[in-house]
C-alpha cells in the first residue's frame, strides 16, 4: 500500500496541532495517546517527534501521570496574562471585521493590524499592538489578506525616447 500524501502537507500539520491545542479535552486526549505510545515502548524523543511536542513535555506527562494518574493529564489552570478583550467585545470585534473599515469609521479598504489596532484603541479604550491584533485575525478565523499593488502602464512615447536603439 503506497502512503498517504497530503498536499501542501506543512500547512495541514499546523492546522491539525491548532486544532488539537483549541479545547481542553482535545488537548487531554493530545497527551493520552503520547503516553500510550510511551507504555508501549517509545520514548520520548521518539513520541514528541511524532505529536509535535517537545520531548520534555513528553516526559512531565509521564512524570505528572506517574504522580497523579489520569488526573495530572487534565487541563490545569494555564497561568499567563488575562485578557485584554471580555467575550462580549471579542465577538463585538469578530462582527466588525465582517464589515469593511469604512463602515465604522475608520480609514482603508482592508482591516489589517494596525486598523484593527486603533478601532480597538478607539470602541473599548483597549491599546493593542499590530503584531497582537494580526494574532487576534487569526485567533477568530480570519486571514489576512494584502492588496495587491496597481502597475502602472509606462507611456509608450517616453519609453521609446528612453530606449537606447531609438532615434532622438
Partial sequence: MRPLTAPDAENVI?????E??????????????GLLLVAQGMTAPEVSR????????????????????LSGLAEGNRPGRPRRL???QMRSVEATLRKRPEDVGLTGTLWDGKTLSAYLERQFDV?????????LFRQLG????????????????????????SRH
Fill in 14 to 18: 499546523l492546522a491539525l496541532q491548532d
Fill in 142 to 165: 480570519f486571514r489576512l489578506r494584502k492588496p495587491r499593488p496597481l502597475l502602472s502602464h509606462g507611456d509608450p512615447t517616453l519609453q521609446a525616447a528612453h530606449k537606447k536603439n
Fill in 127 to 135: 491599546d493593542l499592538g499590530v503584531r497582537q491584533c494580526q494574532r
Fill in 86 to 88: 471580555t467575550e462580549v
Fill in 20 to 33: 488539537i491545542r483549541r479545547s481542553d479535552e482535545s488537548r487531554y486526549d493530545h497527551r493520552l495517546h
Fill in 50 to 69: 511524532m505529536l509535535g511536542d517537545s520531548p520534555r513535555m513528553v516526559q512531565y506527562w509521564v512524570h505528572r501521570f506517574e504522580e497523579e494518574g
